[in-house]
């Protein structure tokens, strides 16, 4: 196992060892995370080296492939930004979006990484600013509480920027019985001591998607409201920390499948895991608010710029099964049948609605203390119908498949010198060799049927809240007001009182 080398001087090495002094190549990448990070995988082993290990190799090998993209000279505009100030390339994933000219190109390096992956990472490298920068955009509030804390939060985007990073999200606490209250819950990560230097934390956090790929986690507790002062808390992790342990969940992919048979899966998967922290400690840089209860609860203000990655990644996504959609019916020769071109048209009706929600949230963002943030009803509308329909589309891309999902063969069957040939004369699509639309079953079957797309399919539904969390927030927050009072008025009913009123016009600022 690698030594534990603190992550400043490894990411400051791996960096003054490459081309750019702010970019990392893919291979350094691998190289950064070489730092003596504790991970136990699902057998119970502890693995020497991460980016050598079956379980996270190829979704690694992916990550660095989008690293990589920052140095082609077809992608390197979309990826990464000349910084005026300094006249370095850095990454587009780090720009603080203070124009709707960069949030545009925001998201266009987010439709490379989504393009890149087919959003099976919901994580991907330039996702993770977003918890960092959801911070930066209420910096008002934690400079009520400590202008130190502000400052950190300030230099820890800075240091990132420059540093090139992947940072993972840790936000729920661990699931344990809701009715006991939160100083009894063992699991819920906490401060136990505080030292002059810095804070030990102890407890756990789950679901830390990316986290043992990625250099850093971004700790908040913005989705629990009632946590005691010990538990509020909002900090940068280091992913080597000398006590954290990374537990990972059994792997959804195969180490040994081929692209022709696993078009998707064949390059990994993105790896989620419980992260434990036995006395950790976290130096003072790295706190952005301690005991503020004030601050709990302040997800939706907190998250904005995380939810409109998300809904923008799965646009991108809703793209791709569009394309699916349309190239399974052109190649089974069934876009004919009304019933057919019907379901196709509910797939275009979610790429076109969630693109909608995006542009408009993006054309009514708003500067929330110097970032442009899209607006947040906008997104959450745009969410909940993303997470609503998101099995329906999955139903209709297998329904339209038939029986393509099961007759489908590996490539070791192609090459067997009897059937080979036979399922090449009698399984033919429409412009398309039988082992082409084998291959292209193969993809729908990654992206709709097999076990990664099953946690993909948890992961668009829970990981930033799920439907009913959504619904109860969009009520809450969602500005009817005007209607409202419109419609009221020419009925001639009284106007609603202020409580009422108060209920559908939340005040974000
Ligand atoms: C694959 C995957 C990856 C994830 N990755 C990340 C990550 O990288 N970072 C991160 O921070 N989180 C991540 N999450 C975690 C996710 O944010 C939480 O699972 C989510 O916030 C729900 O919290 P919980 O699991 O504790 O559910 P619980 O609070 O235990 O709730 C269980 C269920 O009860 C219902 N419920 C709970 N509360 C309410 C309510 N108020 N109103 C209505 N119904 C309710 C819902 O059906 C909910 O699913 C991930 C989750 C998954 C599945």
């Known amino acids: 196992m690698s030594t534990i080398t603190d992550t400043t001087s490894k990411l400051m090495e791996v960096l003054s060892a490459g081309p750019e002094p702010?970019?990392?190549?893919?291979?350094?990448?691998?190289?950064s995370l070489r730092d003596g990070r504790r991970v136990i995988?699902?057998?119970?082993?502890?693995?020497?080296?991460?980016?050598?290990?079956?379980?996270?190799?190829?979704?690694?090998?992916?990550?660095?492939?989008?690293?990589?993209?920052?140095?082609d000279p077809e992608t390197k505009d979309v990826t990464t930004f000349v910084n005026p100030e300094d006249g370095k390339r850095y990454s587009t994933g780090w720009m603080v979006p203070k124009t709707k000219e960069d949030l545009k190109r925001r998201r266009e390096a987010l439709r490379l990484s989504t393009y890149h992956t087919f959003g099976v990472f919901g994580r991907p490298n330039d996702y993770g600013s977003m918890m960092a920068m959801g911070f930066l955009s209420i910096i008002d509030k934690i400079e009520k509480e400590n202008s130190e804390y502000a400052d950190n939060v300030r230099r820890f985007v800075e240091f990132s920027q420059k540093h090139n990073v992947i940072s993972a999200d840790l936000i729920p606490d661990v699931q344990t019985d809701k009715n006991l209250p939160s100083d009894q819950k063992k699991g819920t990560l906490r401060v136990v001591e505080?030292?002059?230097?810095?804070?030990?934390?102890?407890?756990?956090?789950?679901?830390?998607?990316?986290?043992?790929?990625?250099?850093?986690?971004?700790?908040?507790?913005?989705?629990?409201?009632?946590?005691d002062p010990d538990a509020a808390l909002w900090c940068a992790v280091p992913i080597n920390s000398p006590g954290l342990t990374l537990v990972l969940r059994e792997?959804?992919?195969?180490?040994?499948?081929?692209?022709?048979?696993?078009?998707?899966?064949?390059?990994?998967?993105?790896?989620?895991?419980?992260?434990?922290?036995?006395?950790?400690?976290?130096?003072?840089?790295?706190?952005?608010?301690?005991?503020?209860?004030?601050?709990?609860g302040l997800y939706r203000e907190s998250c904005a710029l995380c939810h409109w990655h998300i809904l923008a990644r799965l646009m991108y996504r809703a793209e791709i099964f569009?394309?699916?959609?349309?190239?399974?019916?052109?190649?089974?020769?069934?876009?004919?049948?009304?019933?057919?071109?019907?379901?196709?048209?509910?797939?275009?009706?979610?790429?076109?609605?969630l693109k909608a929600h995006i542009l408009a949230a993006e054309e009514e963002a708003e500067l929330w203390n110097g970032v442009l943030v899209p607006s947040t009803k906008f997104v959450t509308a745009g969410r909940l119908q993303s997470i609503l329909l998101y099995p329906r589309i999955m139903h209709i891309l297998r329904d339209l498949s038939g029986q393509g999902l099961i007759?489908?063969?590996?490539?070791?069957?192609?090459?067997?010198?009897?059937?080979?040939?036979?399922?090449?004369?009698?399984?033919?699509?429409a412009g398309v060799t039988a082992r082409e639309k084998n291959t292209f079953f193969n993809f729908?079957?990654?992206?709709?049927?097999?076990?990664?797309?099953?946690?993909v399919a948890l992961f668009e539904n829970t990981n930033s809240t799920n439907?009913?969390?959504?619904?109860?927030?969009?009520?809450?927050?969602?500005?009817?007001?005007?209607?409202?009072?419109?419609l009221r008025e020419y009925l001639g009913l009284p106007q609603v009182n202020r409580e009422m009123k108060r209920l559908y016009k939340a005040d974000l600022k």
């Open 467 to 486: 439907a009913p969390v959504v619904q109860s927030e969009l009520y809450r927050s969602y500005d009817r007001s005007e209607p409202v009072k419109f």
């Open 322 to 353: 569009l394309a699916a959609g349309q190239t399974m019916v052109d190649i089974l020769g069934t876009d004919s049948f009304q019933g057919v071109r019907d379901s196709v048209s509910e797939i275009i009706s979610y790429s076109a609605s």
């Open 194 to 227: 505080e030292r002059s230097d810095g804070i030990v934390l102890r407890g756990a956090k789950p679901c830390g998607s990316v986290g043992v790929q990625g250099h850093f986690a971004t700790v908040s507790t913005a989705t629990s409201p009632n946590l």
């Open 251 to 296: 792997p959804v992919t195969s180490p040994d499948s081929n692209f022709e048979d696993h078009p998707i899966d064949s390059h990994g998967e993105e790896t989620d895991n419980m992260m434990i922290f036995n006395d950790v400690f976290i130096p003072n840089k790295y706190i952005f608010s301690l005991r503020n209860t004030k601050l709990l």
């Open 41 to 71: 995988d699902s057998k119970g082993n502890e693995i020497k080296d991460v980016t050598a290990h079956p379980a996270l190799k190829r979704g690694i090998d992916n990550l660095a492939k989008v690293y990589d993209s920052q140095f």
């Open 444 to 455: 729908v079957w990654d992206l709709a049927c097999g076990s990664h797309s099953s946690r």
């Open 22 to 31: 702010h970019l990392m190549t893919g291979e350094q990448y691998k190289e």
């Open 407 to 429: 007759s489908r063969f590996t490539s070791e069957t192609w090459e067997h010198p009897e059937i080979g040939p036979l399922l090449d004369e009698y399984l033919p699509g």
